[in-house]
């Protein structure tokens, strides 16, 4: 999941915008949040807040999960 440089802002603010816009998230979109969470490149601190705000709406059920 290569993301590098404002590449990675655009794609994680992206594909967070999608999910609310939906309200939808698929197991692809939770499994990409968590590689970028996970990858050794650094995320900005606008990306973590993004992607925090995506698992806090999970958790409050504002999301709900599709294949």
């Known amino acids: 999941m290569g993301f590098e440089g404002n590449t990675n802002?655009?794609?994680?603010?992206e594909l967070v915008d999608q999910i609310f816009m939906s309200h939808r998230i698929t197991r692809q979109d939770q499994q990409t949040l968590m590689n970028a969470l996970l990858s050794k490149d650094s995320l900005t601190m606008e990306e973590h807040l993004l992607i925090d705000r995506v698992f806090d709406g999970l958790r409050r059920?504002?999301?709900?999960?599709?294949d």
């Open 61 to 66: 059920g504002l999301l709900r999960v599709v």
């Open 9 to 13: 802002v655009v794609s994680v603010k």
